[in-house]
């Protein structure tokens, strides 16, 4: 008897050290994650180097900066004035943009707020839950923010660890930019591998009211296993371009979804027993989601990997500017979206109505009350003839409205 | 766009991207709709599934005096505590705890045998 409780006691014991080791592991992972944390705050790095000449001929050469700054170890304040003269634009031959190595990339204002201290105090990574940490960055051209999330695989109970174990998943990096309403034109796109796509389509709001149909995204030059959800082809064929078809080919198992909406409003909502009330808010938005290498095994050299696809959102959100749909396509969208209001608020007409309805009775009641209170009995007099009058124009026009409807 | 950018430099160093003057703060999900303490739709309810699991086994385990589920309650609420978000409040994990740990001294100080293994109730 007291053996077998013995052996039952130390597999327990085993199996929570396990568990902690696990966390352990996951923990060091983290913190090997600064480093791609520093990629945001490391604001003394120098800007180099652009995206070269688009692959296709329309595309115009991009500004590459100068190297020169290299040497400003500078303050984040201080303006470059000087410098603007003698920057020119350039052409970077093709090849010299495959080395990813030497682009360093300032991008952000401040990296890492919690919205409570003051920016720049570098609060940092924010721990939401033992999985899932959060980095706020803003104060860039075009987007109001970026909100990355790295939701890591759940190693913090024994529970969770079998169920990983069970499912192969990944580490994931959620990356959601907020754009400024004027830098994004009017579209709905999104690229994800297969079943991430019947997920989105199911889930999100506006893929599911703007793309109807699944299209494989082998016509764009990417891997078969992806699908291409569009509400206008010209847009789809205007994000992917060469660049970011390269991008994609060369780490598709690490690219979940692209999603591209000017019309995001997040997961859909539950439904409750009434209709909603309103249209969601939406806001253009950039949302991205990339898979860890090493499939819940990170190693410290896998940050380096990933280091080409936060450029590529840092691309996407420059280059969203210059994405303008054409005279069709801007028309097929203004449609789009028209009719999706249409169709909100015929859904929304019985209870607009009785609201309306409800609001002409109070009204009314009031006026009465008013009538009632009136102690002068000449203004009485006077406020009931102008309720008549009020009630006669009324009853005619609603007589006329009948008569209309007939 | 090569006229529009010469423009631009001249007022603003366009090259570097960053704006300071256009820092949005950081608004959590969550203190957008104070008013439902209902988390996001989408967010992980494994912690709340394992503290109404865990309640309920401890419940089980006090009024049947059944030892092992008054443990798998302990259980569930480390595990809901491991699950929690850093915002939620401590006040439910807390009394989810205690409510598991009662339940374990309960039936314990009722009936201070052993509790019987499952492979020893074969045998």
Known sequence: MADARLKTLLVLLVLSLYVRASKYQAETEDNDFADFEEFDDDFERPYQGESPADGGGAAEPERAADVGRAAAAADREQQHDGDDDDDALVEVPVHRSTNWDKFYVEMLMIAGDDGKAEPGSGAGLLKESENMYTLWCSGRVCCEGMLVQLKFLKRQDLVSVISTMMKAASDQVEIRVTMNAEEMDTFVFCLANKKSAARLAKEMTDISTYCPERKSAERFGLPAHFSVLSEIHEAAAAVLDARVVAVVNKYPELVEYIHVSDQYSGPKQQLDDQAPVELPKVKPTLAFCFNLPGRGRLQPADVETVRPLMQLVLYMVDRMKRCKLGREGRLKAEKNRLRVQEIFLKQTHQSRAEKAQAKREEKRRLEKERILEEEDPEKQRRLEEKNEKREAKRRAQMRQMKVKAL | ?123
């Open chain 2, 1 to 123: 766009m090569r006229l529009g950018s010469k423009v631009r430099m001249s007022t603003v160093n366009s090259s570097d991207p960053r704006r300071p003057a256009r820092v949005t703060r950081y608004k959590s999900p969550l203190a957008v709709n104070p008013n439902s303490s209902a988390p996001v739709p989408g967010e992980d309810p494994t912690a709340d599934y394992m503290n109404v699991l865990g309640m309920i086994f401890s419940m089980v385990g006090l009024m049947m005096r059944v030892k092992w589920c008054a443990w798998v309650a302990i259980m569930c609420s480390c595990v809901s505590f491991a699950n929690s978000r850093i915002n939620d409040d401590t006040k439910q994990i807390l009394s989810s705890f205690m409510l598991s740990i009662s339940a374990v001294v309960m039936s314990y100080l009722q009936n201070p045998e052993p509790m019987k293994l499952p492979w020893e109730m074969l045998s």
